[in-house]
T-cell receptor, first 115, second 114 residues
Framework: EDQVTQSPEALRLQEGESSSLNCSYT??????LFWYRQDPGKGPEFLFT???AGEEKEKERLKATLTKKESFLHITAPKPEDSATYLCAVQAEGDSGGGADGLTFGKGTHLIIQP | NAGVTQTPKFQVLKTGQSMTLQCAQD?????MSWYRQDPGMGLRLIHY???????DQGEVPNGYNVSRSTTEDFPLRLLSAAPSQTSVYFCASSFTARSGNTIYFGEGSWLTVV
């Protein structure tokens, strides 16, 4: 069974204080690892897809990296508008119980950036 | 979240009532799906469709029904609502049912069953 564990559950940072969010995963065969941002009362907003170990992607203050067992979302010099819940999800090869092409999500990391 | 539209945004149902959550996308996406999000849990897949006329079950399908008569629409039906179905429901779509395609989510439908 595919599993995704995100840590920490919650993180409070000062504006400008860089940090990293962790996503550990267990999957039979990884098709892709996705990062989403979710604001209160909104749907998940796509950030990145990573496909293979060693891959990195960047967008503004965010950088996502991938190894064979985990992914990190690095946040550099965050601003208050980066406050959100960050979701990690994996897409597995074949029908692994989540349905073809379905995503298995972690519970998310609730990030608060204080001014 | 442009392109995936869900209605209604909020709904209160009594136990035993039935209703349909609507989902439409205008991006000509083949793949559509429904997830539910509950406090302390990750989003969980309810049903999905890889094209018009084709649907299948996800992780938590019991109590829900779907159909896909057109490419654009993928309604989710609650047959006899139960308090355990109180949740936030998200519809999602992607271009094809192939690995790695970006999956886009709607804004969500908040459902309370009393």
């Amino acid at each position: 069974e595919d599993q995704v564990t995100q840590s920490p559950e919650a993180l409070r940072l000062q504006e400008g204080e860089s940090s990293s969010l962790n996503c550990s995963y267990t999957v039979s065969g990884l098709r892709g690892l996705f990062w989403y941002r979710q604001d209160p009362g909104k749907g998940p907003e796509f950030l990145f897809t990573l496909y293979s170990a060693g891959e990195e992607k960047e967008k503004e203050r965010l950088k996502a990296t991938l190894t064979k067992k985990e992914s990190f979302l690095h946040i550099t010099a965050p601003k208050p508008e980066d406050s959100a819940t960050y979701l990690c999800a994996v897409q597995a090869e074949g029908d692994s119980g989540g349905g073809a092409d379905g995503l298995t999500f972690g519970k998310g990391t609730h990030l608060i950036i204080q001014p | 979240n442009a392109g995936v539209t869900q209605t209604p945004k909020f709904q209160v149902l009594k136990t035993g009532q039935s209703m349909t959550l609507q989902c439409a996308q205008d991006m000509n996406h083949e793949y559509m799906s429904w997830y539910r999000q509950d406090p302390g849990m990750g989003l969980r897949l309810i049903h999905y469709s890889v094209g018009a006329g084709i649907t299948d079950q996800g992780e938590v399908p019991n109590g829900y029904n779907v159909s896909r008569s057109t490419t654009e629409d993928f309604p989710l039906r609650l047959l006899s609502a139960a308090p355990s179905q109180t949740s936030v429901y998200f519809c999602a779509s992607s271009f094809t049912a192939r690995s790695g395609n970006t999956i886009y989510f709607g804004e969500g439908s908040w459902l309370t069953v009393v």
